[in-house]
Every structure is written in C-alpha cells, then in structure tokens.
C-alpha cells in the first residue's frame, strides 16, 4: 500500500513494519470544571519497570508551557509519567504497552524533528502517539486546546524530551 500524505506542515510520511496491538485511552477528569486547580488523571499507563525511569526522565523535562494558555497543572494524586497542560487539559502520557487500536503498520506517521507521530481524530480534539518510539508516549489535545495552540506547535515543545528519552524502534 502506497503511503498517504502526511497531514503535518513539513513532515515527511514513512512506511511501518508490523507489530501493532491494541491501545490504552487515557481518561481525564478536570477539577473545578478545568479550572486552574489540580488535574485527576484516570487510567494513567504503568510503563515497565525497564522503561519506568525513562518515562520518569522524560516528563521531568517536558517544558513548564506547551503555549498560550497552555501552562502545566498540579496532578492529584501525582503521577511521575503523565504531565497536564491548560484548561482542557492537554494530557502527556508516557509507558503505554501498546498502540492506538486505529493504528496499522502500513499508516503515515507525521515526523517533527526526528519523532514520528500517528495521529487520530478523537471527538473534536486530536491524539498523537509515537508508536515506532520505545517507551511510547501519548498527547491528547481535547478540542479547547485546538482553539489556542497549533498541534505542530506542541509537537515540536514536547519533541526535545522525547527525543533525550525514548528511543526509535525501526531503521
């Protein structure tokens, strides 16, 4: 199957290998109705214990800002591998066992700045994995935060820290 045309200003698509499972939805619930108070993160992923410390290392330095009205938020309980952004909120998750259930090893990845992105329509908002990346991390822009930021815009804060912690899993 021929690749289909990156979406992406600038990205170029690429071909996957094989070896899709299943994925993991994040479920979020924002206090006070997305007020500035902590975020409560639901069914956050549990990386392996091999990748625990680098998702630890790579939340850690994601930046304090992802963009207009897009500043990081308190998690309660805390969790040291999923970051929250803005109102919505825009949710970070490292150490998913598995990718999105929509993905296929024939799909167009959108690259920015060496990371591959698989990107799905979810609602109105928009989800971005990296599922040729190990660990794999997951970005969930709900469609408040569309009305703020540009995703590309997002994708390339973020990229610094998953490119120092995770590692590409194909040639």
């Known amino acids: 199957?021929?690749?289909?045309?990156?979406w992406l200003p600038g990205a170029a698509p690429v071909r996957l290998r094989a070896g899709a499972v299943a994925g993991v939805?994040?479920?979020l619930l924002g206090a006070a109705c997305g007020g500035p108070?902590?975020?409560?993160?639901?069914?956050?992923?549990?990386p392996a214990a091999s990748l625990r410390a680098?998702?630890?290392?790579?939340?850690?330095?994601?930046?304090?800002?992802?963009?207009?009205?897009?500043?990081?938020?308190?998690?309660?309980?805390p969790a040291p591998t999923a970051a929250a952004y803005g109102r919505g909120p825009a949710v970070l998750t490292c150490g998913a066992a598995g990718v999105s259930a929509s993905y296929r090893p024939d799909a167009t990845l959108s690259f920015v700045d060496d990371v591959g992105?698989?990107?799905?329509?979810?609602?109105?908002?928009?989800?971005?994995?990296?599922?040729t990346r190990s660990p794999q991390v997951v970005l969930n822009l709900p469609a408040a935060t569309l009305d703020d930021v540009q995703p590309f815009d997002v994708l390339v804060t973020v990229g610094p820290a998953v490119r120092a912690h995770s590692r590409a899993t194909t040639a």
Do not use: Y
């Open 1 to 6: 199957m021929r690749p289909r045309s990156s």
């Open 25 to 27: 939805v994040v479920a």
């Open 37 to 46: 108070g902590p975020v409560r993160l639901t069914n956050v992923p549990e």
């Open 54 to 77: 680098a998702c630890v290392a790579l939340v850690q330095a994601l930046p304090s800002s992802l963009g207009r009205h897009l500043d990081r938020r308190t998690l309660s309980p």
């Open 117 to 131: 992105w698989f990107s799905e329509k979810i609602g109105a908002g928009l989800r971005f994995s990296t599922p």
